[in-house]
């Protein structure tokens, strides 16, 4: 009896030693990843730019063997997992840095295999615009406060990829004077500008409103309601701007409701609420209103919004209406392939120099001119010793007087290059330039890639002595950008991506009261495009649509 149950036990082992030598198999062999390879593309490089356009974009692209997804440490404190291996990052330190980043390939069982490489990318954001809205552009600088008059002066939302709500307040607004009983309306916020740098103060009057679960750091306890806690805010901090790479920065453009611009406050500092953030997205801002979104720090789930006011008593200050124009009246969505259509678009054809030591031959030729794959490209190329290009005009076939414009586009690269989106007094024949007038939506050198010019001409004010002003946008060249004038009766305003960067005043004493049409060209070289790079061989601006409103 005794044999038998050993024989028993025996067999009942070796089963177990079987089915288990089966499950190894059936889980498949534990392999490494090899043959890593890492590549990165700085964006907008160029000889002329060796390591990038200034919007510090890299696209890395990574592959291995029996590899199953990639971790990017990029070496500016940011870690992203990336499971198709292919990402883009921004870099957002001003200037020309260096960064080491560490690319890890997992494979089964979690057994990974790294490779670490070198990129130098040149960043050069400078958003002057909300510089100057925000200081005032001095060194005395600009009080803002909480907004308390304003519903949502407080609120917070979700923090998500969801573009139909990640971008308001969804989940709580405050009403009117909702915190009156707190210390939260006490403060007030100095943005200074000082030697060019930002610098920022808060007086709090000695107390801060902590978020319930913040008021450790002020010696309270977590939990329970926010609350109002002695806190000390003296000190000059200084802040620096950048690129924002938020969920809303990313939303389809009917709900990207952002200027794209970051406030980074040095040392902790912060604006009002306490939620553990240092980073402040402006989403909008104009002289007397600014709107900004802040992730929770311990909650990143959580957006928090805040509504300033330079008003000292927090009351909402109506800015002066803008004219606006909705009704659609003219557009070109590019959609068919080919040529332009000649319904809405003529040619200046021939070479001259057309006033401003072009170097370029305009043609109506697919090689300078095509419509394809949803945009409309106009392409500058070197031919020969010289250059070809082409111009277009809605001369004749569409002229209005007073409207919105828009043209989304992407522009060129290379020195010398110079696209233009702008519009002529249709007059010009008999009342010659710059009597007719001329309104300049949008002039680029690609000699400085990140300068966005909007100028008008008129008597006294034309050629080198045009009434225009400039703002700065990193990717000009990479990403379609929205180019924007509203002209009306009281004032030609010209904007880039909804951000208002020059105003003129229109009376009746200048030209800009009768009908314009539409030009759209890039040339090359002149007086404005300067020096064209010997090694230049062609780009192209791409639009994705004219759309005019009135």
């Not at 990640?166 to 403060?187: I, L, M, R, T």
């Not at 030729?365 to 419509?371: E, P, Q, T």
């Not at 890039?522 to 004219?546: H, K, L, N, R, W």
Request: net charge negative; glycine share 12%.
């Amino acid at each position: 009896m005794k044999k038998i149950l050993i024989k028993i036990v025996s067999v009942f082992i070796l089963l177990l030693m079987v089915n288990c030598q089966e499950d190894n198999l059936g889980f498949g062999a534990i392999e490494a990843p090899s043959n890593l390879k890492v590549t990165a593309e700085i964006i907008g490089k160029s000889a002329a730019f060796p390591n990038g356009d200034g919007s510090g974009k890299v696209k890395f692209i990574s592959k291995a063997d029996n590899a199953i997804s990639y971790k990017y440490i990029y070496g500016d404190s940011e870690i992203e997992n990336s499971p198709g291996g292919i990402t883009e990052h921004p870099y957002k330190k001003n200037g020309t840095n260096t960064y080491m980043v560490t690319v890890i390939a997992s494979g089964k069982g979690g057994i990974t295999t790294n490779q670490t490489l070198e990129v130098t990318v040149f960043t050069n954001f400078n958003d002057e615009v909300s510089t100057k809205l925000l200081t005032g552009g001095t060194a005395v600088g600009k009080k803002w406060y909480l907004a308390s008059s304003e519903k949502g002066h407080l609120g917070v939302g979700q923090n998500d990829g969801d573009a139909t709500k990640n971008y308001f307040a969804n989940y709580y607004q405050a009403e009117p004077f909702e915190k009156s009983a707190s210390c939260f309306y006490d403060g007030n916020y100095t943005f200074a500008l000082v030697n060019g740098k930002i610098e920022y103060k808060q007086d709090n009057k000695g107390n801060t409103f902590f978020h319930n679960s913040y008021k450790s750091v002020a010696g309270g306890v977590n939990g329970g309601d926010d609350a109002c806690l002695p806190y000390s805010t003296s000190g000059t901090k200084i802040v620096s701007l950048s690129p924002s790479t938020s969920f809303v920065s990313k939303n389809p453009k009917e709900t990207r409701v952002t200027t794209g611009t970051v406030m980074n406050f040095s040392d902790g500092g912060f604006m009002g609420y306490y939620a553990g953030a240092s980073q402040y997205e402006i989403l909008s801002i104009t002289d007397n209103r600014m709107l900004v979104r802040l992730v929770q720090a311990n909650n990143t789930a959580l957006a928090w919004y805040l509504i300033f006011s330079t008003s000292p008593a927090g009351s909402v200050v109506n800015p002066t209406p803008i004219t606006d124009y909705t009704v659609l009246k003219f557009s070109d969505e590019f959609n068919t392939d080919g040529a332009p259509d000649p319904t809405k678009w003529g040619y200046d054809l021939g070479a001259g120099g057309w006033g401003n030591n072009e170097s370029q031959s305009y043609t109506s030729a697919s090689d300078n001119v095509i419509v394809q794959g949803g945009n409309l490209k106009i392409t500058a190329k070197k031919v020969g010793s010289g250059y070809t290009s082409a111009r277009l005009k809605s001369e004749n076939k569409f002229e209005f007087t007073y409207g919105r414009v828009e043209v989304r586009a992407k522009l060129t690269t290379g020195a010398g290059t110079w696209p233009a989106i702008w519009m002529l007094g249709e007059n010009y024949a008999t009342n010659t330039w710059p009597a007719c007038g001329e309104i300049d939506i949008m002039e680029f050198k690609g000699s400085q890639p990140t300068t966005i010019y909007g100028t008008l001409h008129y008597p006294g004010n034309s050629g080198g002595n045009g009434n225009g002003g400039s703002t700065t946008i990193a990717n000009a060249a990479t990403e379609f950008h929205i180019y924007k004038t509203i002209w009306s009766p009281e004032s030609v305003k010209i904007y880039v991506d909804d951000v208002l960067f020059h105003t003129v005043a229109n009376t009746s004493a200048l030209p800009f009261n009768k009908d314009f049409f539409l030009i759209l060209n890039v040339a090359m070289g002149g007086t404005f495009g300067g020096a064209i790079d010997p090694a230049f061989s062609q780009s192209s601006m791409e639009i994705d649509y004219v759309r005019v409103y009135q």
